[in-house]
């Protein structure tokens, strides 16, 4: 979603991404805010677990006791914090967090989740002397910084701006995790903005009807799904996790400015994402080889006889997880070719 207009602070989702799981698999995140202002923090009845969730602002609270309502913090991409509390948060066990940013005490801190593409006039006046911008994720600027108006600026990810804002960003930019990338900025040229979960094909990276100079933002996870033989982009900016055909290699790393995962695969071949298994049925349907692109968690069910998967199967690329029995196991890491994430047996899914 892009935003075109100035706001007091925004904070970004976390590369559209968020934290992944000891496996390598992404965790799914409620893409809201959680603010406190001396209230429960109780998010399961009576637990004390606060998780799932882009941000965690902690901000509204004001001491130690109130953070003792919390007994663990689990897949959240940001938690903020006043600075005075750090060390308390720090006692509360914590699993999956990404990004943990102390702020000043009483600092004005309005959470935006999401990607964000605005004018450079919007660092300019931030509307107080106590506003604090903490960005997670990607920051995208459509005109030259001038000035920067805020007590602080954290950015945990990356920095996209146009070439003339160096200085002011120099002097602005307080803390930053990640980044710094500069463009030509060229009057009339356009921005788009892809984020989530997105399937397009190779011909929108061609950019047809469009200008030479326009900028493309893959935020989530993209997949394109077959080649192209240009990009008509001055560049593509992807963050996240990007799936991309091999042959159209050259072509895409002559624009592309990449934080994440990016993975390759080859071939025509078929795409899954999310969660789903496979049984015997399915394969036994193929009338040739098929390739597999699994994005997400998997399970090649117990019918499955290995015979059968190195038959129909001809090659895998796998982001995420894939569950099989022992006996199919072998052939699994025979035929991932292409591996960001784990191959497991059921018994071993089971103990994590």
Not at 6 to 13: I, K, N, Q, S, Y
Not at 310 to 326: P, Q
Request: aromatic share 4%.
């Amino acid at each position: 979603e892009a935003i075109s207009h100035p706001c007091d602070a925004l904070v970004v989702g976390f590369a559209a991404r968020g934290p992944s799981s000891s496996s390598g698999v992404p965790v799914e995140l409620d893409p809201t805010t959680q603010r406190t202002e001396g209230v429960s923090m109780q998010t399961e009845e009576q637990t004390g677990v606060m998780r799932n969730m882009a941000v965690l602002d902690l901000t509204g609270m004001s001491s130690a006791d109130e953070l003792a309502s919390i007994a663990r913090i689990e897949s959240i991409s940001l938690v903020l914090v006043p600075e005075s509390l750090s060390g308390a948060l720090a006692r509360i066990p914590m699993k999956d967090v990404a990004s943990v940013v102390p702020v000043p005490d009483g600092a004005d801190v309005r959470v935006h989740t999401g990607s964000a593409v605005f004018g450079g006039e919007a660092l300019a006046d931030p509307g107080g002397d106590n506003v604090v911008l903490v960005v997670t994720g990607t920051l995208a600027l459509t005109s030259p910084v001038e000035k920067v108006g805020y007590r602080q600026v954290i950015v945990t990810g990356m920095v996209l701006a146009p070439h003339g804002s160096e200085g002011a960003l120099a002097a602005g930019l307080t803390k930053v995790t990640g980044s710094v990338q500069y463009y030509d900025h060229v009057e009339g040229q356009r921005f788009r903005n892809l984020s989530g979960q997105t399937k397009v094909s190779g011909e929108v990276l061609a950019n047809r009807g469009g200008n030479p100079s326009d900028v493309l933002f893959l935020t989530g996870q993209t997949i394109i799904t077959g080649p192209t033989s240009e990009v008509g982009f001055q560049n593509i900016v992807a963050a996240g996790q990007l799936i991309a055909p091999r042959e159209s290699e050259v072509e895409l790393m002559s624009a592309l400015t990449m934080q994440g995962q990016l993975v390759w695969y080859d071939g025509h071949p078929r795409f899954f994402s999310g969660s789903e298994s496979f049984g015997r049925a399915f394969f036994e349907l193929l009338d040739e080889p098929m390739s597999m692109v699994l994005f997400g968690s998997f399970t090649i069910d117990d019918d499955v006889p290995p015979e059968l998967l190195r038959e129909k199967v001809g090659d895998i690329t796998l982001i995420g997880r894939l569950v099989a029995s022992k006996e199919v196991l072998p052939v699994l890491q025979l035929l991932v070719t292409e591996k960001h994430g784990t191959i497991t047996t059921e018994q071993d899914a089971g103990g994590r």
